[in-house]
């Protein structure tokens, strides 16, 4: 009875760990995309104010090389998520977005921030 419960649990536990990392952030991007827009730029049109639905800002303590813009609904908070900014060695600029977990009913919020990030890219 022992090992038939700790087998789910140890797949369980395994599963959470391949899909985020220790910080709590997804292993994954949801999407990634490729701009010409120089990276600034991209970060700068990310984090400009997005009216009253979201909170959008710029993450402080980001690794060298990355940026991460948070882009959370105001009417969804536990929905953590926002898009990374990378400068690639092409040139091009790359964007992933990410959110915590796989929380169902959040295809919206995925439809949004690719398309704000679609308008920031024809900026460059």
Known sequence: MHKSVMIPVAIALAVAACTTTSDGTPAAPAWSAFYATPPDAMVACLAAPAGDAFVVNVQPQTPP???RVLFVPRSAPQAESGFSVFRRPDGLTQVDWQRLGNVGGLDWLD????QRANRCGETG
């Open 111 to 114: 439809v949004q921030a690719r």
């Open 65 to 67: 090389g990355k940026t």
